[in-house]
């Protein structure tokens, strides 16, 4: 199987994304929620049997001091950068883009605002968050704060454990992602970042991904496979993304916290 990256030998330079995401940062700090101190995880504990794009085990346990023996226990780890929830920085798209390391601090703390288009999930595996439904998001709820992370919910959290989280019934990817009409309104808009609780920012039938194409080279960054978005309201919470911090990375398993 082609990996997403040799799909497309172009990238798209990130310099005019970056700066206008810069742009948008201080008029995204008033509008942080007023935490309440209610806390939500949307992480997931995975395990090497957490599903992945690639069907390959993300992560792997290798017990190097045990307990019982030591008096202490230590695992030696190998994983995936884009294995549970994780981060995708422009790095995965683009030859020269930002690293997970290098993403701005202030982008990891942001409004979040939540779509939902379970209804439509339920009836099209591959149904997509369109510019129409980030157009009604705003017409219900106000404008999207620059800085901010949307984040869609399909309520494909509820498949998880079944085969139905990553295939049809044919064995082809199967699962809901970002339309790049949609991505294209929230880069104008100034926002940060965008998230889903599937496997992928696009769609699983997608030929192109044209979402990671566009999104990520654009200075952005996404998150995948996030968890519990059905226990928060559509705006009012404030994300707390705990990306990973090794240098040269294009991603990697996150902490995600949403505070209201």
Known sequence: MLSRRQLFGGAVSAAAGVAALASGLT???????????????????????????????????????????????????????????????PLHFTADGLSVADLAPENLVCPLCIVDI?????????????????????????????G???????????????????????GAHAFPGFARSATDLLIGLGVAAIGVDTLSLDPGNSADFAVHYSWLPAGRYGIENLANLGDLPAKGATLFVGAPKHRGGTGGPARVMAVL
């Not at 101190?37 to 290798?62: C, E, S």
């Not at 997509?128 to 709820?141: H, P, Q």
Request: hydrophobic fraction near 40%.
């Open 27 to 89: 008029a995204a700090r008033p509008a942080l929620a007023q935490a309440s101190g209610k806390v939500v995880d949307l992480t997931h504990t995975y395990d090497g049997d957490f599903p992945t794009f690639d069907g390959k085990p993300g992560i792997l346990f290798n017990k190097q001091v045990d307990f019982a023996k030591d008096g202490y226990s230590i695992y030696e780890l190998t994983l995936y950068e884009h294995t549970g929830t994780h981060i995708d920085a």
């Open 118 to 146: 379970a209804a439509r999930a339920a009836e099209d595996a591959n149904a997509m968050v369109t510019a129409e439904d980030i157009e009604a998001w705003v017409s219900a709820n106000g404008e999207i704060p620059a």
């Open 148 to 170: 901010a992370c949307v984040a869609m919910r399909s309520g494909w959290q509820a498949r998880l454990g079944t085969p139905s989280y990553r295939n049809d019934e044919g």
